[in-house]
């Protein structure tokens, strides 16, 4: 997919509009969950889902200009419900710098429930969402390395001009996000 259209640099600005998700099906009976929800009966598929993870279409065409016009379409349909989450580390952090906000990397195992994640971390963090770009992304052994972490999910927290942590938490096992919100609160004051 990456190699496509999707490659294309006209799909920049287009795409910084929906959170894409890519979930990798080459092994047989992964993720069938999904599968079934969304009714994959062969890869690789794409669809554009509302907020709650509804099915709005299927993509129409794979060259550029088809996918532009579904994203246009897509994202008419939800004028001003724009993402919490940018669609890579490099945006996130442009984004933070024109936005004067942290950056907010919030990283999760592979087989997560994206859209179940989204909305529970969403809620627990409140209105402390606004004050961060966020992006998401696989909690990768070298990530954690690198951000010194024992294990995912975690957040953490990047001034966008220097790439320097300004915080970071994990995601307790017992669903409470208290340490994350107190490393967001504290990352906030830093900026």
Known sequence: MKAGAFSNQKLA??????VPILVDLTQRGAHSDLTE?????????VVYTDPDGSVIKEMTGRDVN??????????GRFPGKGSNWESSLKSALER?????KPVALALVAE???????DAKLMKAVGARKKKFSWVLDVAEESTLKKYDLEKGPAVVILNP????????????EDGKFDELNKALDEAAKKK
């Open 13 to 18: 600005e287009p795409t910084s509009k929906i």
């Open 37 to 45: 929800k969304y009714g994959v009966r062969g890869i690789p598929r």
């Open 66 to 75: 088809s996918i532009i016009k579904d994203i246009a379409e897509v994202f």
């Open 96 to 100: 933070g710098k024109k936005d004067k």
């Open 111 to 117: 087989d997560e429930d994206l859209v179940k994640w």
């Open 161 to 172: 001009k220097t790439e320097e942590v300004l915080g970071k938490a994990a995601i307790e």
